[in-house]
Structures are given as C-alpha cells and as structure tokens.
C-alpha cells in the first residue's frame, strides 16, 4: 500500500503563485508514476501533471503547461507542484495520484486532496 498526503493548498489571488506538497510513505515497489489530478465542482477528475519514476519523464495538461511544474525529491519521498500564474479556472480539489503496477496492471492510490482556491 502507499499513503499520499497533500498540504500546501489555500486562497491565492490570480497571477499568484502555490506550491503543493505530497509526502509518499509506505511501500512504493512498482510504483509507475506519481502525479498531481484536481477536481472542480461538477467536473470530472482531471490530469493536472504527472512523473514517471524511470527517466523522470513528465506530462502536462495543456491548460498548465509552461505554468505549473512537477517535481520530486526522491531522497524524501515528496512530489512537489509549483504553480505559478494562477488562474481563477484553476480553483479544485488537488489529489496526489501514485500508480502501482500489480500484475501487469496500474492501481491508482490517492490522497484525500487539497483545496485551492484562485479569487479573481
């Protein structure tokens, strides 16, 4: 099993800047990937940005591309996201994905999520 926690979220006005945070603990043999998702209010859970543990090679949605990063500190166990140019679209629920692969299949664990809010 793997246990993500988030931390980081919170009000910021647009053009402001956040950096979240998810601390990976527990077991992460076969992990794929980690990565960031959101959640706004009536919306269906989507890819913010994610990285693979081999190559470290990372994937974007369009919508944050050249204004949010993904990163990971793998000597702490943490994935960071640095979000810069807020935006009051971006306001959602973050969750912190990581994939396991078992078995030949990918099993996705989550954390409980941060909220963030962009004011216009």
């Known amino acids: 099993q793997v246990q993500l926690v988030e931390s980081g979220g919170g009000l910021v006005q647009a053009g402001g800047s956040l950096r979240l945070a998810c601390t990976v603990s527990r077991t992460t043999w076969g992990l794929h990937s980690i990565g960031w998702y959101r959640q706004a209010p009536l919306n269906q859970r989507e890819l913010v940005a994610e990285v693979s543990t081999l190559g470290d090679n990372t994937n974007y949605a369009g919508s944050v591309k050249g204004r949010f990063t993904i990163s990971k500190d793998d000597a702490n166990d943490m994935v960071y996201l640095q979000m810069n140019a807020l935006k009051p679209e971006d306001t959602a629920v973050y969750y912190c994905?990581?994939?396991?692969?078992?078995?030949?299949?990918?099993?996705?664990?989550w954390g409980r999520g941060t909220q963030v809010t962009v004011s216009s």
């Open positions: 994905n990581a994939k396991i692969r078992r078995l030949g299949n990918l099993i996705d664990f």
